[in-house]
């Protein structure tokens, strides 16, 4: 069997596994699974309305999940998604309430605002990194927290006068359309879709196209050989961070510009970041893998809403569910070795 | 052989999806003629839900309040928790406050409670869009036609709880955490403040804020800090945070019975909160608890709506006098209990009778006097 069809295969099953299993804690828990299952899906594309609110689940989930996939593929783990996520929403949305310019100029420098927010919170990760050797996950995870409370302070102070949000952007900024409302019935799919795919075709260019893609993914290969092979491994470490933050930042955006309009103080974290985690464990970190695993995971999670309405299932079995997906992706050991075997007896 | 096997697994699941798809299509229709049904039967059924907010249906506080009043209207009117009577859509982040307004708007309930002020926006954003859906909006206001507006004095229910910490405490002094800073807090708050120095000029009070409705550990760590520093009495005006008080309070007071260790409830009667057994005995650490009657307003509001008149684009507000506010019992324990009770009682009589007016904001509160 092919590694190809394998790195196919595996998270495909993993998710069957995860349904069956999350099938039988169903069962066990006195729940009815097959109205359960149809309740999740009529919540994701029951309607018209639910399927224009999965794509915009979607959009953020696709960018978190490159961010993760592409530290990851040059060996770095990029845990601070949420955080530069959250200034990145932050940096959008100040520009949308503070700059009075017209459409074509006001939304690119809003969402250019998100990206380079995001990019400068992922630089100070990789400039230690590379400069003095700290670990990326500890600050990253630590930066976080400071993004979480530093932007809280900022939306109370500079962004309001003391209230808990910020003003709607100015709808030069929005990249909410009338035309996706009125074809999804209200739901809040926006322009930003379009954005996430560009950049997932733009990552997947950098890595398998340019030769700056190729060292960045020496480095994360063996960062002494690439040293050896003359490659500079400091530069790369910090660029890699960098073009990671910028897509975090701009799934920031996504949500600043895009879903809310306006950004809130917030108690914690959104988890967009750390489903980003998944969506790029999900995607075997490629380009096509993470837009494929972000659209399963938003529709689950907003499929997972109309569970409770329809089948009375609590939500919380669906994180289980998702959970355990994540948890057969992860031990995705225990499916290659059975594929090994299985495929072994076929060949004999 | 790899190609076809690898076809093989491809149109499998193409199968499997369509199979799938087409499943959920003809639920979606045999649901649809079920609603028409059970419409047609029972024409006059008044569906009522409502959405939390991130604190959960079981937060002990708030939105398990807001429950209760929907559950005890069902029940009076005869309803079933489900689809066709009483329901309830948990958030899990912000971003789904639309969409499960949305969702329950979709599925023709009759009221739709958005509950906590951070729904104010998605609500004022789809009451707009789905124009023939009533709403009911607690702790903010909406200005829209077809929603119904919910606020309370929670200033009164705390000055009562300030009444009674400013007389039960014997270091003077008093410890209050406050979930994120708004406008509903910030209300607890002044009313906390006044009532302590109304009774109590001379005790001090430290207030902090966890930034979080849902973080039961910050409020431990808080609570910790404050009981350490020589605070006797904490009150809490931060939902799902406060339980974290309630759980420091508690080991602190199994560590040492001889000691008082007081904390205040808010929203519900949160006395089941505060039981500590030592050696048998039980000991209870909540004094009392301020009440805010969500169950009473969501109640009252919905039977207005089934009555067909849904007080649309006003606003009510909910006081002492229209007991939507209150304190609970105080705690046998505190040796200064009848007095406290008078206290109360002195004072509750003259909020009613509008000679108190308890301050709201913590500017008002600056030139509140309670003589």
């Known amino acids: 069997m092919s590694s190809r069809m394998r790195n196919i295969l595996i998270p495909i099953i993993a998710v069957l596994l995860g349904v069956l299993v999350g099938t039988i804690i169903m069962i066990v828990s006195g729940y009815d699974a097959v109205a359960g299952f149809q309740a999740l899906w009529n919540g994701a594309f029951g309607d018209i309305y639910f399927t224009g609110e999965v794509v915009r689940q979607v959009t953020p989930y696709i960018l978190a999940g490159l961010a993760v996939a592409f530290a990851f593929r040059t060996g770095l783990f990029n845990i601070g998604v949420e955080g530069q996520l959250i200034v990145g929403w932050v940096a959008a949305v100040w520009v949308g309430v503070s700059f009075d310019l017209p459409k074509i100029f006001h939304l690119p420098l809003a969402v250019l605002a998100a990206a380079v927010a995001g990019a400068l919170w992922a630089f100070i990760p990789g400039y230690l990194k590379a400069k003095f050797r700290v670990h990326e996950v500890i600050v990253t995870i630590m930066l976080n927290y400071t993004a979480l409370h530093i932007t809280n302070h900022f939306i109370r102070t500079v962004l309001s006068d003391g209230k808990e949000r910020s003003e709607n952007i100015a709808t030069t900024a929005s990249l909410r359309s009338p035309f996706f409302e009125g074809l999804t019935e209200y739901s809040r799919m926006h322009w930003g879709i379009f954005i996430a795919i560009i950049c997932a075709i733009i990552m997947w260019f950098i890595l398998e196209k340019t030769t700056r893609g190729f060292e960045l993914r020496a480095v994360g290969f063996n960062e002494h050989a690439s040293q050896y092979a003359g490659m500079n491994v400091k530069q790369n470490i910090i660029l890699s961070m960098v073009i990671s933050g910028t897509f975090a930042g701009l799934a920031g955006a996504m949500e600043g510009l895009g879903t809310f309009g306006y950004t809130a103080i917030k108690g914690g974290f959104t988890g967009v970041g750390f489903d980003g985690i998944a969506v790029a464990l999900l995607g075997a970190n490629t380009a096509i893998g993470v837009v494929l695993a972000a659209i399963l995971f938003g529709s689950l999670k907003v499929g997972a809403l109309n569970m409770p309405l329809e089948a009375g299932i609590p939500n919380e079995l669906v994180d289980i569910i998702i959970a355990l997906i994540i948890f057969f992706v992860a031990s995705s050991y225990i499916i290659r070795w059975f594929i090994d075997r299985i495929s072994k007896k076929g060949a004999k | ?371």
């Open chain 2, 1 to 371: 052989m790899k190609k076809r096997k690898f076809g093989l697994t491809m149109s499998f699941l193409l199968a499997a999806g369509t199979i799938l798809g087409a499943c959920g299509g003809g639920d979606n229709e045999a649901e649809k003629e079920g609603t028409t049904d059970t419409g047609e039967q029972t024409e006059e059924t008044f569906k009522v839900a409502m959405v939390t907010d991130v604190g959960g249906i079981d937060d002990k506080s708030f939105n398990q309040s807001a429950w209760k009043g929907i559950q005890e209207f069902g029940e009076a009117n005869g309803l079933e928790k489900g689809q066709d009577g009483y329901n309830y859509l948990q958030s899990q982040s912000d971003a789904d406050y639309t969409t499960n307004l949305n969702s329950l708007a979709r599925q023709d309930f009759d009221l739709i409670f958005g509950i906590g002020f951070m729904m104010q926006e998605s609500i004022n954003e789809i009451a707009g869009q789905q124009t023939e859906a009533h709403f009911g909006m607690v702790d903010a206001v909406v200005e829209k036609e077809n929603v119904a507006s919910i606020l309370f004095k929670e200033q009164e229910a705390s000055f009562l709880a300030g009444v009674a910490a400013g007389l039960t405490t014997e270091s003077n002094k008093i410890g209050f955490i406050g979930g994120m800073q708004s406008d509903v807090i910030e209300r607890f708050e002044a009313g906390f403040q006044a009532g302590v120095k109304a009774v109590n000029p001379d005790a001090t009070i430290d207030v902090q804020y966890a930034e979080a409705f849902d973080k039961a550990e910050i409020g431990q760590s808080i609570a910790s800090r404050m009981y350490s520093s020589g605070v006797d009495v904490v009150f809490h005006a931060a939902g799902a945070t406060g339980n974290g008080l309630f759980k420091e309070a508690r080991d602190l007071k199994a560590k040492d019975p001889s000691k008082n260790y007081w904390a205040i409830g808010v929203d519900s009667d949160q006395v089941a909160e505060g039981v500590v057994e030592i050696d048998g005995t039980e000991h209870n650490i909540i004094l009392t608890s301020a009440l805010k009657r969500v169950d009473v307003a969501v109640n009252d509001l919905s039977t207005k709506a089934k009555e067909g008149n849904f007080p649309g684009g006003e606003t009510t507000v909910y006081g002492l006098a229209e007991d939507g506010v209150g304190l609970a019992e105080i705690n046998d324990a505190v040796t200064v209990k009848a007095d406290i009770e008078t206290k109360v009682q002195e004072y509750s009589d003259k909020i009613k009778s509008g000679d108190l007016v308890v301050p709201g904001t913590l500017e008002e509160l600056e030139t509140f006097s309670a003589e």
